[in-house]
């Protein structure tokens, strides 16, 4: 029986609230163990009124830089050893946040490239289905050019008309079957233009697609990201 | 639209972890809204290294109280204005720290003997499926009395090899359909000896029993919790 004691896991979160919950829900499903005491301490802060991180990129809103600063102040004061972020778009404002924050970050979109990277079949060409912000940021093309992986993005309109109504559907609360059928024809178009993965690269996304709508594997940013901590935390177990 | 300001949700959890994920899913869903924006500020300190509540009240295990007041001062340090606590047995011990958190608690127990003394038609008789330390500390039997409605209980063979035991697959994660059929199978028991709502009194419990597989009412605890606290929150705020 695996228990740990060193690491506890501070995730940065209410970007959005629903998706917290799901990446939440994530960690514990991904920790080995048959009891509640084999599981990882956790501490969350779940801020919804952190302004929009894509509002921000675009020019159109305010800086969420303090809030993520402050939120990562209150992780630390909790006694977190790690933070997680599950939000793909918030990972724009790491370089600003990582040298204040006082902890190490594990950053979900690197874990990401490295896990596709080391897939097998190789993977050459990956698709990404995430927030205007985030594709703007490049946040994945800088990590996937570092492992060789090409990356194929939706046309502008299906990035506004198809992927952002989604999201926006999911962030309200009423992701039903054409929310579905939206995300799923936007990985399509990913899948014909030759991605042999598609990147579910916004916390909200697998909320409202399902894996077997999509003809090709569908990376799951957060579980890789709770995968990690979860390896991490093993890791710190052992060197206690 | 509607956004709330001045409360800070404090979630006492990983009672257990699933349950804790589980429970804040069910807060954001019963918060209206429409963007992240409208959500709560929830700050959870879940902690799957509390001692095992059952063993606690049994006298076959320490005393969790320690964990639960440092648990409530990590909330309180990070600026909750309420605790909530979506672990039915740990509410045995909240009179043991209700003077000592400084934070108001909102009572889960509570909360579901004033749910079921309001509906419509009226509940005379009411099951409860919990974990043996639930069922022996008396909690759901000192409220319901206040509110007039009669328990019914599982007999001790029901209580130990179909509650507990599903109880148990639950927290291992290891939950499947002969899960689903031992707490179905209990709460058949209960209805036919006149309950006409069963209790999930276990936060495990939801996780196990789909609804539909209960003839009456299922009434989750957590999900009126999450509503307790929504409303309390859009009182403050009005007051703020």
Known sequence: MTTYTSEIIGILG????AATADFYAKLVVATPGSSDQDHLRTVIWSDPTIPDRTEALLGDGPDPTPWLLAGSRVLREAGATVIAIPCNTAHAFV????????????HMIGEVARHLATLSPRVHTVGLLATTGTVRAGLY???LDRFGVRLVLPDAASQSDEVMTAIHTVKSGTCDARTTALLAHAAQRLTERGAQAVIAGCTEIPLGLPADTVDVPLVDPALILAQALV???RTANTAA
């Open 231 to 233: 390896r991490r935390a």
């Open 14 to 17: 209410g970007m959005g609230p």
């Open 141 to 143: 093309q800088e990590w």
């Open 95 to 106: 370089p600003r946040i990582e040298d204040h924050v006082g902890l190490p970050i594990v």
